[in-house]
């Protein structure tokens, strides 16, 4: 009894992991930009260097529930967009039937320290 409750909660732990959504890694020199469904309004933009994420420029905050697309730029690769929802100081990716934490992500998945907030 006492395996199979091992191997039960190592089970679910293994189910509650968060998938790596934007990728293997983010290596250093990658940038985020976080932009309006048509691509007309920079909400901010970030770079990864080493662990950090640091903000290229004063972010400004798209209202909360506002759909956003975020553009993902790895070095040497063209850019990848993820649509999202704005929700406040982060953004909130659609996975299978949830939304996953940007934030969330990019402490858990790839060992980044990123700001509490992406904006104020």
């Not at 679910?12 to 992991?17: C, N």
């Not at 992500?105 to 904006?119: D, Q, S």
């Amino acid at each position: 009894m006492r395996r199979f409750l091992s191997l039960a909660l190592l089970l679910a732990l293994a189910l509650a992991a968060l998938p790596p959504l934007l990728g293997p890694s983010l290596p250093p020199g990658t940038e985020l930009r976080l932009l309006s469904p048509d691509l007309k309004t920079l909400y901010g933009a970030w770079r990864v260097e080493g662990k950090r994420l640091l903000a290229l420029s004063p972010p400004v905050a798209p209202k909360a529930g506002q759909e956003v697309q975020l553009l993902v730029a790895l070095p040497g690769e063209k850019p990848r967009a993820f649509p999202g929802v704005a929700e406040r100081g982060d953004v909130l990716l659609p996975w299978e039937k949830e939304r996953l934490s940007l934030l969330r992500l990019l402490k858990e998945v790839y060992g980044l320290n990123p700001p509490e907030r992406l904006w104020p």
